[in-house]
C-alpha cells in the first residue's frame, strides 16, 4: 500500500465510462499526484499524492465536472448530505423524465392513430412550428446535461455518453425542424418528422439514470453503516470530573467513563473495572467478548452491562475504524485488471460509434431506398442512442462496491480490486502455524502424576514456582492453575536455569521445573516415560518435568492449540479446490503433528524468517497461483510477496500492512469466506460485462439497419433509448444480487 495521503472527491457530471478517462486525466495533470481512481458507480475518486485539494478541485471544474472533498471531520453528516443531494438529483431526473413523456407520449399515440397533420399541408403549416418549439423547451428543459456535458467533451476533445444523445436528439430535432418550416427542401417521401421519438428518447434515457442512480445507492450502505459506528460524543473525565464532549475534543491519553450500552468513542485501553463487549461490527461474530483491566479496546463497538475507564490510545483518523472506513473506501474505488480494460474499451468506444454511425448515415443516404434522407437519419441517430456505454462503464465497479461492502459486512477488509481478481485464481494456500492455525498462545493440555501425589498437586506445585513469571510457559501453568482455583504457596530461593527451567523451595522443599537435563543435573534418575508423556512428544507438544525433593513426580503438557475452527477450515480449503501448505519456523516434529491434526499433507518447517518469502516464490515460479495467510512480523515479507496476503486481524500491525486482505474475525474461516465473496464478485462483473458487450455488439448492426435487406424492419429509436436505459438499469440489479450472497456458500466451487 502507498504510504502517500489520500484525497477523497466526490465527483458530479458524470455520465459514462468515458468520463472516467476523462476526470483520471484532469487529476493525473496535477503536480504531485501519483496514483488516481474514479469510481463510476459512487461518482468519486480516491488520489494519492503530495498535492493540493483546491487544484485537485479545480482541474475537475475545468473539465465541465464538479468536484468537492469528502471526509471532513463529521463524515456522518456529509454522507447524509451527499445521500440528500443525490436523492434530490433523482427527483429532478423524474420531472425532467415526467416533463419529456408527457410531450412526447401524446404526439406518438397520435401520430399512430393517424390525427396528425402531414408536414407540408395547410393544417401543419401553424402546428408543427409550434410542436418544434415545445419540443426545443422540452429538451432544454429536460436534457440540458446531455448537451452542456456534450460541449464539455468537446472542448477538451472527448467524447462520451451525452456526445451521443446530444448528437442523436439534436439531429431528430434539427431535421424534423427543417421539414416543420421548410417541408419543400426535403422530397416528400423523406417529410417525416421526429420531434416524438427526441423526447422520448430523453424521456427514456432521464428515467434510466435515475432508477440506476436508485439502485446505485444502495451499494454505499457498507460505508454508510460503518460511519454510522462512530458515536458522536463522549464522557470525559477531567480534574475529576465527568462530562460529555464532542468526539472531535477527545484528546490523546485522556480518561474516558463508558457506562453500560454505550458505544467505545475512541480506540483505548481498560485501566479501571470490566465489561464483555460486543465487537461484532469487527468480527462479524456475534458473541461479547469480556475484557479487563490492560485489554484493547476498539472505538465503534458497544459496551455490554459494566461500566469502566479507559485511557484514550488513538483518535480521530488514526483508530481502527477510521483506517477500515478508508480501506473500504480505497477498495470500492479500486479497479481490478478486467476493470481497467473494460475502462480502455469505453474510452475509445463512443469516437468509434460516432465513426460508425456516421457510416451508417452515408450507406443509406447514397444505397439506401427513398426517402434516403430520413432513413439516414433514423438509423444513424438509432446507432448514437443504442450505443451508449453505460452498462459498460458500470459493469465492474459497482459489482466491486458490492462485494467489498458484503466482506467488509463480514470482518473481511479487502484492500484493493486486483486481490478480489486474483482470490478466485488461487491454486494454493500457504499457511503459518503459530496464530494462524494455532491459538499462538501455549496452553496446559495435561497434567501426568508419577507420584504418590495427585494432578492439582503437581500443578500447584509447578505454578508456585513459576508465579510472576514472564515467561509464555510459566504463564500457561499458571492460567491453568487460577482457571482450577488453586491454592498456591509462597515460594523463595527462586533461581533460573537458562534454557532448561527453574527451581525454588516451596514450604521448605526444593521443586525443579524443566526440561529432562535440568533433572539430569541435579541427579535425579529418569525413569521410562509414561505412554501419556510419550504420546505428548509424538505429537509435538512440550513436556514439562516436575520434581520434590530430588525425585521426579510429574509432567505437565504444554502446546500451543489449534484454532476451533481449524480443520473446518482447511476441509474448506480442499473443497475450493485449492492445495494447502503449512509453512514455519517451528520443528518438524511439532509442525508435523499440527499438520496431521488439520488434515494437511503438505509442510514447510524450520524456515527461517527472511526464507518465508523464497518459499512463496518457489511456488509461484513452479506456476502456482499463491496465498499466504499470517499474522506476524516475520511473515510480512511473504504476505507481500504473494498474489494475495491474509492477515489475521489479531496480529502485528506490520503484516496487517503487508497483507492485501484482513480477516477481523482472526479466523481462517475467513479466508475461505473471502475466497467465495472473490469469485461471487467476478462472477457477477463477467456477467456484466458480458451483458453490456453483447447488447451493443448485437445492438448497433440492429439499429443501423442489417436486418432491413431481410426483414423491411428498422429499429425505432424509441426503442432503443428505452433499451439502453434498461442495460444499465440490469447491470445494476444484477450487482446487487451479490448483496444477498451467502457465506454458507463459501466452500463451494466457483
Known amino acids: 500500500m502507498s504510504t502517500n495521503p489520500t ?5 458530479s457530471g458524470m455520465s459514462c465510462a468515458g468520463c472516467v478517462k476523462t476526470v483520471e486525466d484532469l487529476l493525473k495533470s496535477v503536480d504531485g499526484v501519483e496514483q488516481v481512481s474514479v469510481n463510476f458507480a459512487e461518482h468519486s475518486a480516491v488520489v494519492e499524492g503530495q498535492t493540493d485539494t483546491v487544484a485537485l478541485i479545480n482541474a475537475v471544474n475545468s473539465g465541465g465536472y464538479q468536484a468537492a472533498e469528502l471526509g471532513g471531520k463529521d463524515e456522518l453528516a456529509e454522507q447524509q448530505q451527499r445521500e440528500a443531494a443525490e436523492f434530490a438529483h433523482y427527483r429532478r431526473l423524474l420531472r425532467q423524465s415526467l416533463a419529456a413523456a408527457l410531450l412526447g407520449a401524446p404526439m406518438f399515440i397520435s401520430g399512430m392513430a393517424g390525427y396528425l397533420p402531414e408536414p407540408g399541408v395547410a393544417q401543419g403549416v401553424w402546428f408543427w412550428p409550434l410542436i418544434s418549439i415545445l419540443t426545443l423547451a422540452v429538451m432544454i428543459y429536460s436534457g440540458r446535461h446531455f448537451y452542456t456535458g456534450a460541449w464539455s467533451a468537446v472542448q477538451h476533445h472527448n467524447a462520451n455518453m451525452d456526445t451521443l444523445i446530444a448528437l442523436g436528439t439534436g439531429t431528430a430535432w434539427l431535421y424534423s425542424s427543417i421539414i416543420a ?64 464532549i464532542p468526539i472531535e475534543q477527545v484528546g490523546l491519553s485522556e480518561t474516558l467513563r463508558v457506562r453500560p450500552g454505550e458505544k467505545i468513542a475512541v480506540d483505548g485501553v481498560i485501566i479501571e473495572g470490566q465489561s464483555s463487549v460486543d465487537e461484532s461490527m469487527l468480527s462479524g461474530e456475534p458473541m461479547p467478548v469480556e475484557h479487563g483491566v490492560g485489554d484493547e479496546l476498539i472505538g465503534g463497538t458497544v459496551n455490554g452491562q459494566g461500566s469502566f ?43 468509434v460509434v460516432m465513426i460508425i454511425a456516421i457510416v451508417t448515415f452515408l450507406v443509406w443516404f447514397n444505397a439506401g431506398p427513398d426517402p434516403r434522407v430520413s432513413y439516414a437519419v433514423v438509423t444513424a441517430m438509432t446507432v448514437l442512442v443504442i450505443a451508449c456505454p453505460c452498462a459498460l462503464g458500470l459493469a465492474t465497479p459497482i459489482s466491486i462496491m458490492v462485494g467489498v461492502g458484503k466482506a467488509a459486512e463480514h470482518g ?65 501453568i499458571n492460567r491453568a492453575a487460577e482457571q482450577q482455583g488453586l491454592t498456591l504457596r509462597e515460594s523463595d530461593q527462586f533461581q533460573a536455569h537458562t534454557g532448561m527451567g527453574a527451581s525454588a523451595e516451596v514450604g521448605g522443599q526444593t521443586v525443579l521445573i524443566g526440561n529432562a537435563g535440568l533433572l539430569t543435573d541435579h ?34 503438557v504444554i502446546a500451543d492449540p489449534l484454532k476451533p475452527d481449524a480443520i473446518e477450515a482447511v476441509n474448506g480449503f480442499r473443497r475450493l479446490g485449492l492445495d494447502v501448505v503449512l509453512l514455519t519456523g517451528d520443528r518438524r516434529e511439532t509442525a508435523e503433528a499440527v499438520a496431521s491434526q488439520t488434515g494437511i499433507t503438505r509442510v514447510l518447517a524450520e524456515v527461517l524468517p527472511g526464507d518465508k518469502a523464497s518459499c512463496i516464490k518457489d511456488l509461484q515460479d513452479r506456476g502456482a497461483v499463491v496465498a499466504m495467510v499470517g499474522d506476524g512480523i516475520n511473515d510480512a515479507p511473504a504476505l507481500a510477496r504473494a498474489d494475495v496476503g491474509f492477515a489475521i486481524g489479531t496480529g502485528t500491525d506490520v503484516a496487517i500492512e503487508s497483507a492485501d486482505v484482513t480477516l477481523m474475525r482472526g479466523s481462517l474461516i475467513g479466508v475461505a469466506d473471502a475466497i467465495a465473496i472473490s469469485r461471487a464478485t467476478v462472477r457477477n462483473i463477467k456477467q456484466n460485462l458480458f451483458g453490456a458487450f453483447i447488447y451493443n455488439v448485437l445492438g448497433i448492426p440492429v439499429a443501423a439497419g442489417l436486418l432491413y435487406p431481410f426483414t423491411g ?22 450487482a446487487n444480487r451479490l448483496r444477498h450472497f451467502k457465506t454458507s456458500q463459501r466452500c463451494q466451487g466457483e
Not at 440506476?212 to 460524543?233: C, D, N, Q, V, Y
Not at 483518523?317 to 480505497?330: E, G, M, P, S
Not at 486486483?418 to 502455524?433: F, G
Open 412 to 476: 473481511i477488509l479487502i484492500r484493493n480490486g486486483d486481490a478480489l481478481q486474483q482470490a478466485r485464481r488461487l491454486d494454493v494456500i500457504v499457511l503459518d502455524k503459530t496464530g494462524t492455525v494455532t491459538q499462538g498462545k501455549p496452553e496446559l493440555v495435561n497434567v501426568i502424576s508419577v507420584a504418590d501425589i495427585d494432578q492439582q498437586q503437581v500443578l500447584a506445585l509447578a505454578a508456585s514456582v513459576e508465579r510472576g513469571s514472564e515467561h509464555p510457559l510459566a504463564q500457561a
Open 181 to 244: 418550416i421548410q417541408p419543400e427542401l426535403v422530397p416528400v417521401q423523406g417529410r417525416h418528422v421526429y420531434f416524438e421519438a427526441a423526447v422520448i428518447i430523453l424521456a427514456l434515457v432521464t428515467l434510466g439514470s435515475a432508477l440506476e442512480m436508485r439502485a446505485r445507492g444502495k451499494t454505499s450502505e457498507a460505508i454508510r453503516h460503518l460511519i454510522g459506528l462512530k458515536p458522536r460524543t463522549a464522557r470525559v473525565v477531567r480534574d475529576g470530573v465527568e462530562q460529555d
Open 7 to 11: 484525497t477523497h472527491l466526490s465527483i
Open 309 to 351: 475507564l479507559m485511557q484514550t490510545l488513538r483518535i480521530g483518523n488514526d483508530t481502527v475504524l477510521a483506517h477500515i472506513i478508508d480501506q473500504v473506501r480505497q477498495a470500492q474505488a479500486a479497479k481490478p485488471a478486467i476493470g481497467r480494460l473494460a475502462d480502455s474499451i469505453a474510452a475509445i468506444f463512443v469516437p
Open 523 to 556: 541427579g535425579i534418575a529418569m525413569p521410562d516415560i509414561p505412554d501419556a508423556a510419550r504420546s505428548a512428544l509424538e505429537q509435538g507438544q512440550t513436556l514439562v518435568h516436575i520434581a520434590l525433593q530430588l525425585q521426579l513426580v510429574g509432567y505437565l
Open 713 to 734: 424492419l428498422l429499429l425505432n429509436p424509441m426503442f432503443a433509448g428505452a433499451a439502453m436505459a434498461l442495460s444499465s438499469i440490469s447491470v445494476v440489479s444484477n
